[in-house]
């Protein structure tokens, strides 16, 4: 499958904690975005990574990709309860294919 | 807000039935996405719209067809529904191919 695969597939952590997420895929990819969903409403583009990009930041939002290792992860810094929401890799596939593919999604809670 | 809006955002209907989707993309955005959304199948890219013509396949079952008209708004024609068939069903715009896309608010679909 080339379907991504986001870790862990659930995270619970205090307000103001960071949090961490990763994605792994198994294609080559020329970008990897990061996108936002919360409970049962439509997804919010967060970032986008190139494939020559080690590391992007918007905010508090840290992303970081490693091709060789097909990997990417996720960090959102001094969480807050609004946080709380599913997050999703998505890139786009080899072969000429133009729809992204998503992981599983990581479910994350922010405690108050 | 995306900009991206999706009518209606609830539709019951019974098996065998035949419904239409709707969505009209961000100002400007040429490409338009569908996707659907389960528990079991998590989301899933189904077809590709770019200025009118039909751009890339997913995993878009045989009785499902969409179409983009002149004014770039699409519609998603699912017919001979099926219980499996209930799904949220996202429509997404983006300015260029490849790119982050803006995702609408979804139609939730149930089959009884």
């Known amino acids: 499958s080339q379907q991504g695969e986001e870790d862990p597939q659930a995270l619970s952590i205090q307000e103001g904690e960071n949090a961490t997420m990763n994605c792994s895929y198994k294609t080559s990819i020329n970008n990897l975005q990061w996108y936002r969903q919360n409970s049962g409403r439509g997804l919010v583009h967060l970032i986008l990574i190139r494939s020559n990009e080690r590391e992007k930041h918007s905010g508090r939002l840290r992303v970081t990709l490693d091709t060789s290792k097909k990997s990417s992860s996720l960090l959102i810094t001094a969480s807050r309860a609004a946080d709380t929401a599913s997050y999703f890799c998505a890139f786009y596939p080899g072969g000429g294919a133009d729809g992204l593919t998503f992981g599983k999604g990581t479910h994350l809670i922010i405690q108050p | ?112």
């Open chain 2, 1 to 112: 807000d995306s900009g991206v809006t999706q009518t209606p955002k609830h539709l019951i209907t019974a098996t065998g039935q035949r419904v239409t989707l709707r969505c009209s993309p961000r100002s400007g955005d040429l490409s338009v996405y569908w996707y659907q959304q389960s528990l079991d199948q998590g989301l899933q890219f189904l077809i590709q719209y770019y200025n009118g013509e039909e751009r890339a396949k997913g995993n878009i079952l045989e009785r499902f067809s969409a179409q983009q008209f002149p004014d770039l708004h699409s519609e998603l024609n699912l017919s001979s529904l099926e219980l499996g068939d209930s799904a949220l069903y996202f429509c997404a715009s983006s300015a260029f191919v490849r790119d982050e896309q803006y995702f609408g608010p979804g139609t939730r679909l149930t089959v009884t």
